[in-house]
């Protein structure tokens, strides 16, 4: 298997990301879009699609995981990328996991390469039914709580005031990569 850098305007990564079980809203902030293939040479076929972008702004439980407070937010929460989406369409034993570890090691190289700011960490949000976070978990990432069960909805702009949307209760999972002062 491999990650193709791709836009989210790709033909074949709309294809798939319109079969995810999450709705397409876009995505906002810095992001980077990848289709997996698997196969070799001329045979190699695209199997799912997997994309990280900025983190939430503000999270209760990931805030406390990454040790993220009014004074350090701003140059903290630009060093984590948000795992937000990912869909596999092969259904085998491990190969979730397997593609997330692949997929952290290539964004962190890209990341860099593209937005120049070291990475610290990562986070995901996990609902819906029968979605426990299991291949998260298998890739050593850290359930941390569940999200209150509402967001800021802002029509008009980030800078804008918003008001509060009821959503579906969230299963938060982070995974830092930075243990001892040394990144892993």
Known sequence: M???????????????????????HGCIGKQLHYLIYEG???????????SGASAVWASE????F???????RIKKIDKIIDNVVFRLEKNERNYGSQIIALWRKTIIKD????YNT????????VFGDGRFGTIYKADNWEYVGKTKGS?????????????????????????SIIKGGVNL
Do not use: Q
């Open 2 to 24: 491999k990650l193709v850098l791709c836009s989210r305007s790709d033909n074949e990564y709309k294809r798939i990301r319109n079969r995810h079980y999450v709705k397409n």
């Open 40 to 50: 070799n040479g001329m045979f190699e076929f695209p199997i799912g699609i997997i």
């Open 61 to 64: 439980y990931r805030d406390k």
């Open 66 to 72: 990454f040790g993220i407070n009014k004074e350090n």
């Open 111 to 114: 990341w860099i390469e593209k």
């Open 118 to 125: 070291e990475v610290i960490g990562f986070e995901t949000f």
């Open 151 to 175: 967001a800021k909805y802002k029509p008009h702009g980030a800078y804008n005031i918003g008001e509060r949307k009821k959503t579906e209760l969230k299963l938060i999972f982070c995974k």
